[in-house]
């Protein structure tokens, strides 16, 4: 059980991450490409939501084949981590997209 | 010797990529301090450069307007018909004095209203003194002496009043 607690917190950080560093480190390249950065920032970050997930949890492809074996092997409780990482990189990404939206725009 | 070069190379690249995340670092916060003055800076632009359209639209769509009035104007203000009435005591021939008359005028027809009448010398010139000749059925020619009377202008017709008198009429007038 330490591993699965492990896993999805390291999952919520690495989507967190993306989302943070992809956003902040897009912002200094819209600078340089004479485009406003704070508000093109909070639509990186809203794109960058879903690839966050992705690398989060190691490609879509292998988690849905894993999802696919487990749920037809019966195996019920590994199908639930999988949605538990699943939703806790969910949660990381949109964590990071509302506290780039609330750095810059101000509001809740 | 060798385990101090490679040492002091990690060092050097350690310190290096470190100066380079400070780089970002900097950068992050300089953007997140200076971003939201940035943002209202690029909004502004953008509405100048909108107005700035805008203004270039209604100077070029005024400057058509503009182009389109002078060049109905320019065409007003040429002389498209010249109009000729004969002042003469004579009963017969006036039909074929106007036509002479208007065939030695033809050359105005075209010509700028405002430099006409500002040199009304030129028809006068043209007029002046000018003889004809009118020839009746039995070949006999009468000639007559053209004196230009009065010029007029209405809208783009120019309208003149010519004196034709007979060559011996004149003769006697002058005596």
Redesign the interface.
Known sequence: MGGFWSTTVLDFFIALGVVLGGSLLGGIGYLFGDEPPMSKMVHLADQLKIWAMVAAIGGTFDAIRAFEINLLGGQLEEVAQQLAFIFSAFIGAHTGYLLIRWLIQGDW | MRTDRLIRSRGLIRMAVSFFFGL?AG??AM??WT??K??GL??ERSALYYANNQKNKEILRLQQELDKDARRQESSEQIHKIQVEVISSLRYGQEEIKSQVETLVDPFIGKSVTWISNNPDLLETILRNRTIFLSDDNNRKTEIRLRLKYIAFIGSTLKIWVEALEAAETEKTAD
């Open positions: 970002i950068m992050v953007l997140l971003g939201q940035l943002d690029y909004l």
